[in-house]
């Protein structure tokens, strides 16, 4: 695929600067998002991605899969005309889920059925290092023991393709309960679930109870009150 850059002619630019561009115009709209993450939504092998960065064309297919990926415009990452969206709305659609997170004592829910979509401002997705809706989901907070970073009623938004355990606000699975907290781990056998509330004593989930009971859902990337 070889296709200019902007307004100028084909003889203009050769392989080398379209390649240069594309990768340029591809770390744009890629920002904070590891190469990885977007190889694989792409459905591009990893070495193949890396290599659109050395200088390699992608194809007319991998492009329109990157820029789907990406949630931008095929035109702008392609030749850098038009705009990286596309000139679509300002606002992408979050699905929202009929799934309660317990950021109290625990709640019993079943997983997950979509009642709705939450519209979010691309400017603010793009504030929180993410080029694409792909993988967010809104849920329900009920209780205060994530006040004030989550209050109760908070529709929160989870990233359902992050679930590397580290450090950091989660919703996870134990049992039949679905919960939001802080998760922190404790050597190699124990997590230790904490409240940012004070009021809450912290908990350790270890053992059998943690290998066969407990599974990250995805991490919390805020709580946002709609009324």
Known sequence: MKLPK?????????????AEAFAERLRDAMGAVP???????SRIST???????????????????????????LEWLATGSGKP???????????LLDVQLAAGAGAISDLAQQI??????????RAMGRNSADGLRFVESAGDSMEPLISDGARVLVDTNDT??????????????????????LGLDGVE????????????????????????LGRALGGFNFY
Request: aromatic share 10%; charged share 30%.
């Open 85 to 95: 969206n596309g000139g679509a709305s300002g606002f992408v659609e979050i699905p």
């Open 164 to 185: 590397r355990f580290r450090e950091g606000v989660f919703a996870f699975r134990f049992g039949d309960e679905l919960r939001i907290k802080r998760l922190r781990r």
């Open 47 to 73: 070495s193949a991605f890396s290599r659109l960065f050395q200088g390699r064309e992608p194809g007319l297919f991998k492009a329109a899969r990157i820029a789907k990926a990406l949630d931008v415009s």
């Open 193 to 216: 679930v904490i409240s940012d509330n004070p009021h809450y004593e912290p908990e350790v989930i270890s053992g059998q109870d943690l290998a066969e009971h407990f599974a990250i």
């Open 116 to 125: 709705g979509v939450v519209p979010m401002d691309r400017t603010m997705l």
């Open 6 to 18: 902007g307004d100028v002619n084909d003889e203009d630019v050769n392989d080398d600067d379209f």
């Open 35 to 41: 190469q990885a993450v977007v190889a694989k939504r």
